[in-house]
Structure formats: structure tokens, C-alpha cells
């Protein structure tokens, strides 16, 4: 809630007069009133610190079905991807992803489980008919490299075939 400038509540107000976004607060301002006060400003969830990570996944998948944007959203354990927005997290925690690193990830997240070519990944993220392993090998390694500050590795290397998200 303490944001320079304003807080939380002023933010909500200013969002919900320009958007049509879903909003969702995150506070330890735990008081009946300042629930009531966050749903009458259009919060479509409102929960209080300490929580659960798992509850607050859960929490934000139900407010996106609700709002019709679970569709643009990906999954993958805590690996969350939304395309449209150029958004990813780990654990909660943003990644900063270039555009390529974003439909790599992507790309793999859909197909997780699966061993995917260098090939495959360079026609279908790049759109590249040539072969050049090392654009598909440099990229892999600074999306490792970025995945793995946030958590344990889940891209995989199948010597000889290529690569897979790691399909938990």
C-alpha cells in the first residue's frame, strides 16, 4: 500500500478509471475497512501478507479466468509466461527476458516434456529455414543463465537431440 506518490488505493482508483485490467491487492493492511475500501475501488482479490506462494498462484489463476485472460497465460510449476503482456516469473519473481528469450520459453513450456531440435526451435521461434546451432546455443545458455537465479535448472540438454523442459 505505501507507494511514493500515493498508495495502493489512489493506484487502484487511477488504473480502474483508465483500464480495464485486473487489480489485486497485497498488503498486510489486514482491517475490514481496508478490504471493503480495496473491493469498492474495483480489487478483484485482495490478500493479506503473510501468504502462502501457493495461494497466491491459485489466487491470481482464478482472477484471470475470471477476467478472460487465463488464455494468454502459460504454465509451467512456478514458471508463469504471459505472451501479449512480454511477462515472465519465476517463483514470483520477474524475469527479464528479451523478446527471442520470451518465445523460446514459451515455445518450450508448450511442448514441455518433449525433446525439441535445434531445429524445430530455430523454424519455429526464429522462423529460420537455415540450420545455425549456435543462435538456438547461445540463447539456451542466457535462459538457463536467468531461469536458474530464480530456482533449480528445468531446461534440459538431450545430448545428440536437443532440448526439453523439464515436464513437472
Known amino acids: 500500500m505505501g507507494l511514493p506518490g500515493g498508495d495502493g488505493f489512489d493506484l487502484a482508483a487511477r488504473l480502474r478509471a483508465g483500464r480495464d485490467v485486473p487489480i489485486m491487492f497485497l498488503t498486510a493492511r489486514d482491517t475490514v475497512e481496508d478490504r471493503l475500501r480495496g473491493f469498492a475501488l474495483g480489487a478483484d482479490d485482495y490478500l493479506v501478507k503473510p ?6 498462484l491459485a489466487r491470481l489463476r482464478a482472477v484471470l479466468r475470471r477476467t478472460g485472460r487465463l488464455d494468454r497465460v502459460i504454465e509451467a510449476g512456478d514458471l508463469i509466461i504471459d505472451e501479449q503482456a512480454g511477462l515472465a516469473t519465476r517463483g514470483g519473481e520477474p ?11 514459451a515455445y518450450l513450456v508448450r511442448h514441455r516434456g ?7 526451435l ?6 529460420y529455414d537455415a540450420y545455425d546451432p ?8 542466457a535462459l538457463r543463465r536467468k531461469l536458474e ?3 533449480p535448472r ?6 545428440g537431440l536437443g532440448y526439453r523442459l523439464s515436464p513437472r
Open 51 to 56: 501468504f502462502a506462494l501457493e495461494e497466491l
Open 95 to 105: 524475469l527479464e527476458l528479451t523478446p527471442t528469450e520470451l518465445r523460446v520459453l
Open 114 to 120: 518433449l525433446v525439441l531440435s535445434k531445429t524445430q
Open 122 to 127: 530455430l523454424t519455429q521461434v526464429w522462423g
Open 134 to 141: 549456435n543462435v538456438v546455443e547461445v540463447h539456451m545458455s
Open 149 to 151: 537465479a530464480r530456482g
Open 154 to 159: 528445468i531446461i534440459e540438454t538431450v545430448r
